[in-house]
Structure formats: structure tokens, C-alpha cells
């Protein structure tokens, strides 16, 4: 089993900046994607940014210039740095780590934290 522990989400103006972090509990050692979902009241959870092992990135149309995803393979987190930020940016936003593992392929995710953007 792998904890993820989310820590940063708050209340900002429009504008603002949060930056979120997601640590996992152990080092996974096969290649593995973490990345950070959001879900806003009413709406179906949605892929917001996702970076793999090694590096590789991918954003939402709507954060692209906006958010940045990073990771410190060494700590075994994963960070988002969100600026001009926007009131529809308003969710709750989780972490997620995917990875293969004996043929099996698992997904985990954190319990979420609230991102409110007030305008």
C-alpha cells in the first residue's frame, strides 16, 4: 500500500498564487506517473497536470501557462505550482500515482485538498 499526504490548498484572490505538494509514502521503483486531479461541485473529476518518472509532462488546455507540475523522485513528491489563478480553478484537488506493478496496473490517490479562488 502507498499513502499520498496532499498539503497547500487554501483560499486565494484571483490572480494568486497556491503551490500544492503530494508525498507518497514509499518510492516506487518502476516507471510511475503522479499527477493531480481536480473535481468542482457538480462536475466529474478531471486530469489537470501529470508528470512520469522521468519527466515527461502533461496539462489540462485549461492550466497550460498557468500551472507547472515538478517532482523530487528523491522525496517521493510531487509538487503544483499554480499561478493566475482563476475562480472556475476552484476544486478540490487530489493526487494521484499510477504504476504497473507484477502485470497489474494500480492507481492511488490522496484525500484531496480544497483550492477555493474567490474573484
Known amino acids: 500500500q502507498v499513502q499520498l499526504v496532499e498539503s497547500g490548498g487554501g483560499l486565494v484572490q484571483a490572480g494568486g498564487s497556491l503551490r500544492l505538494s503530494c508525498a507518497a509514502s514509499k518510492s516506487i521503483v518502476s516507471t510511475n506517473t503522479m499527477g493531480w486531479y481536480r473535481q468542482a461541485p457538480g462536475k466529474q473529476r478531471e486530469l489537470v497536470a501529470a508528470?512520469?518518472?522521468?519527466?515527461?509532462?502533461n496539462y489540462a488546455d485549461s492550466v497550460k501557462g498557468r500551472f507547472t507540475i515538478s517532482r523530487d523522485n528523491a522525496k517521493n513528491t510531487v509538487y503544483l505550482q499554480m499561478d493566475s489563478l482563476k475562480p472556475e480553478d476552484t476544486a478540490v484537488y487530489y493526487c494521484?500515482?499510477?504504476?504497473?506493478?507484477?502485470?497489474?496496473?494500480?492507481?492511488?490517490w490522496g484525500q484531496g485538498t480544497q483550492v477555493t479562488v474567490s474573484s
Open positions: 508528470i512520469t518518472s522521468r519527466g515527461s509532462t
Open positions: 494521484n500515482l499510477h504504476f504497473w506493478f507484477l502485470q497489474r496496473e494500480l492507481d492511488y
